[in-house]
C-alpha cells in the first residue's frame, strides 16, 4: 500500500515510518526539514500548511492512505 506521511521525521514519525517500511508498505514522506528517513522512503520537501504543496504531493503519490504527525 502506497502511504503518504506528513511530517514524519521527529518525535514518532520514524518509529512509524520504520514500521510501515518494515511491513511492506510504500511510504513517501513529506517534510520541510532536512532530515532522512531510513530505508527506502522517498521524500518531498515541502511546508505542510501549504494547501498546493500538500496537493502536489497527493497528486505526484496518488497515496491510498495519508497519515499526518504533526
Known sequence: MR?????????????????LTASGHDVVLLHRGDH???GHVRHIHGDR?????VAAAIAETAPEVVVDMV
Open 3 to 19: 502511504i503518504l506521511v506528513i511530517g514524519g521525521t521527529q518525535f514518532m514519525g520514524p518509529h512509524v515510518v520504520s514500521g
Open 36 to 38: 532522512e528517513a531510513s
Open 49 to 53: 500548511r501549504d494547501p498546493e504543496v
